[in-house]
């Protein structure tokens, strides 16, 4: 079993910065998959970004591409996302995900545990 824990939501305004942490326990860190998703009301939960293994290779959704940096710290079992200029379109509920098979996934069917989700708003 595989426990994830995000924080780091809130309400900003349009053009701010804000930063996620998703806490990871119960496997080896360094050897999971790790993603963020994200789902507005409404809306299906689509993918955000991931990353691989040791952190070296990011794969990022269009729509976030150049304004969000995901990152991990294997030494703290945790990945962050750093999401900047952010836009009242980027108001979502943000999920971490982990996969003991998939790395780098961009599919919710690629990861088999998920967190509780953290609320990003962003005010225009």
């Known amino acids: 079993q595989v426990q994830l824990v995000e924080s780091g939501g809130g309400l900003v305004q349009a053009g701010d910065s804000l930063r996620l942490s998703c806490a990871a326990s119960g496997r080896t860190f360094s050897r999971l998959g790790m993603a963020w998703f994200r789902q507005a009301p409404g809306k299906e939960r689509e993918f955000v970004a991931t990353i691989s293994w040791s952190g070296g290779s990011t794969f990022y959704a269009d729509l976030v591409k150049g304004r969000f940096t995901m990152s991990r710290d294997n030494a703290k079992n945790t990945v962050y996302l750093q999401m900047s200029s952010l836009k009242p379109e980027d108001t979502a509920v943000y999920y971490c995900?982990?996969?003991?098979?998939?790395?780098?996934?961009?599919?919710?069917?690629?990861?088999?545990?998920w967190g509780q989700g953290t609320q990003v708003t962003v005010s225009s």
């Open positions: 995900a982990a996969s003991e098979v998939v790395v780098a996934g961009r599919t919710t069917y690629d990861y088999n545990y």
